[in-house]
T-cell receptor
Framework: SAVISQKPSRDICQRGTSLTIQCQVD?????MFWYRQQPGQSLTLIAT?????????ESGFVIDKFPISRPNLTFSTLTVSNMSPEDSSIYLC??????????????FGPGTRLTVL | EDQVTQSPEALRLQEGESSSLNCSYTVSGLRGLFWYRQDPGKGPEFLFT???AGEEKEKERLKATLTKKESFLHITAPKPEDSATYLCAVQGTYKYIFGTGTRLKVLA
């Protein structure tokens, strides 16, 4: 398995501000994923972050709202911009181990619990 | 449309009372079915991967099985520390899809 850390673990923010969440993995991985989990709901994929290329966003998520960086094979950041209370969620990063084959298992970080007032 | 449905939404068991959680799926080109455990405020913890119908995996009090339409997570003689939300996910041709989970509470 992979050891994945996220910073911060939680934050309370004012509406209209931005928060950058960091994700660090203890091994090199091709793809990193960012998910959102709203209260009482399941995980929704925001985007896939590949090193050396632009992130790929899922339907309903845009780069202006959720800019992502992937400067190397072990690190990524997700920024939640111009926040509103509807952005209150747990944000999770995940990775596939190995070469990201089609049946690789995803491993998740501990999550960042964001509350927007 | 690819879809994952978990049932029940919530389950309360007495310690030692065995039961099963269900994950029904519709997906084009199933590449894998995954079970995760999630504790409150934490990220999902990987439990099992199943690839083909008839496959079974076991870990301590948990056993996962897979058919062409659904998967079961059997919990034998559960303990209070098994209380968590159990998530099922499937990987199809194009993406990973998560169910909404079963919240399990085991009472001492």
């Amino acid at each position: 398995s992979a050891v994945i850390s996220q910073k911060p673990s939680r934050d309370i923010c004012q509406r209209g501000t931005s928060l950058t969440i960091q994700c660090q993995v203890d091994s090199q991985v091709t793809m990193m994923f960012w998910y959102r989990q709203q209260p009482g709901q399941s995980l929704t994929l925001i985007a896939t972050a590949n090193q050396g290329s632009e992130a790929t966003y899922e339907s309903g998520f845009v780069i202006d709202k959720f800019p992502i960086s992937r400067p190397n094979l072990t690190f990524s950041t997700l920024t939640v911009s111009n926040m509103s209370p509807e952005d209150s969620s747990i944000y999770l990063c995940s990775v596939f181990l190995g070469l990201a084959g089609p049946t690789d298992t995803q491993y998740f970080g501990p999550g960042t619990r964001l509350t927007v007032l | 449309e690819d879809q994952v449905t978990q049932s029940p939404e919530a389950l309360r068991l007495q310690e030692g009372e065995s039961s099963s959680l269900n994950c029904s799926y519709t997906v084009s080109g199933l590449r894998g079915l995954f079970w995760y455990r999630q504790d409150p405020g934490k990220g999902p913890e990987f439990l099992f991967t199943l690839y083909s119908a008839g496959e079974e995996k076991e870990k301590e009090r948990l056993k996962a099985t897979l058919t062409k339409k659904e998967s079961f997570l059997h919990i034998t003689a559960p303990k209070p520390e098994d209380s968590a939300t159990y998530l099922c996910a499937v990987q199809g041709t194009y993406k990973y899809i998560f169910g909404t989970g079963t919240r399990l509470k085991v009472l001492a």
